[in-house]
């Protein structure tokens, strides 16, 4: 399944979700990650994100069942999503 991550913390929080995330899902930008996870692995990782949840905590889990369906164009200075890995 892809899944794509988004969030907005306070900047003192940041550390928590990008070191948690980091485990599972490709880092692409500041709060963004994505990447592909099993169902199992997904359950996990929504189950860390409400653990570390505080009130001014808002994180995003966008899914699709098959990656290809998901379209994604880079522009500007970024690097397309996955090369960090070839």
């Not at 913390?9 to 990447?35: M, N």
Request: net charge negative.
């Amino acid at each position: 399944m892809f899944v794509l991550v988004v969030y907005d913390v306070p900047a003192e929080r940041t550390r928590i979700y990008r070191k948690l995330l980091r485990r599972y899902l490709e880092h692409i930008q500041y709060s963004v990650f994505h990447g592909e996870l099993t169902d199992g692995q997904l359950t996990t990782v929504k189950q860390e994100i409400r653990d570390e949840l505080e009130p001014d905590d808002s994180v995003y889990l966008f899914t699709a069942d098959i990656a290809a369906s998901v379209d994604c164009t880079a522009l500007g200075d970024a690097e397309e999503p996955g090369s960090r890995f070839t």
